[in-house]
């Protein structure tokens, strides 16, 4: 089992949360921003890199798990079984340009939306129960 850390990247527009999914370089299927663990970065940390390199995005980033997701990754022919551990971070500013842009498209949905097309069971019910007012701010 690997682990890896997430960013559920999300926003309050006209008084509705809204969530920021990107696209799958292989697939191309809906998913939140997503990677391995950095060196000299905490969990938190390793999960606010990849939004921005992957979905172009920074905000306000809290060091609370939402929750775990599992799903198996293809690499190199192999699957990895990985769990992921999903962090808050409420987008402040979105890059018209970043590391991944041209890889992966993004989209902002609504949180009932984004659960209806993200594949994991466990992600389904993250999002669904995201209330941004209970989550506690970090960096």
Do not use: N
Not at 15 to 37: A, C, M, N, Y
Not at 97 to 102: D, L, M, Q, V, Y
Not at 104 to 113: A, G, M
Request: overall charge positive.
């Amino acid at each position: 089992m690997r682990t890896q850390f997430g960013a559920l990247p999300y926003r309050v527009k006209d008084g509705k949360v809204e969530v920021l999914l990107i696209t799958t370089r292989g697939s191309g299927r809906w998913i939140l921003p997503k990677g391995w663990p950095m060196d000299g970065e905490t969990p938190a940390g390793s999960a606010a890199k990849e939004a921005f390199e992957e979905a172009g995005v920074e905000g306000k980033l809290s060091h609370e798990v939402l929750g775990f997701y599992s799903y198996t990754k293809s690499h190199e022919g192999e699957r990895l079984p990985c769990v992921v551990a999903v962090f808050p971070l409420k987008v402040r500013k979105q890059h018209k340009t970043f590391p991944e842009h041209g890889q992966r498209r993004r989209k902002w949905v609504s949180q009932k939306k984004a659960a209806q097309l993200v594949w994991e069971p466990e992600l389904r019910r993250i999002i669904r129960g995201f209330d941004p007012s209970t989550v506690k701010r970090g960096l």
